[in-house]
């Protein structure tokens, strides 16, 4: 009788062991996708500053020759 009540623990433990660990990759994955928002936005705001700086370049004709 010992060792099946045994195992059930085992087994018990190494579900609940597996459910932390499921818990925190989905809580680091959840900042992964924000961070990779922030940083896709920051990202397109340089693009859209470049892209202002180099249309206001081209209109002064004052390219680099």
């Known amino acids: 009788m ?3 009540m045994l195992a ?3 087994g018990f433990c190494g ?3 597996l459910g932390v660990l499921a818990i925190r990759v ?8 924000r961070q990779v928002a922030a940083t896709t936005d920051r990202i397109n ?3 859209e500053d470049l892209e202002r700086s180099a249309t206001r370049l081209a209109a002064t004709g004052d390219a680099l020759r």
Do not use: Q, T
Not at 26 to 33: D, S, Y
């Open 15 to 17: 579900i609940a062991v």
């Open 8 to 10: 059930i623990a085992l």
């Open 26 to 33: 989905f809580i680091e994955a959840r900042r992964l996708g």
């Open 45 to 47: 705001r340089a693009a």
């Open 2 to 4: 010992f060792w099946p």
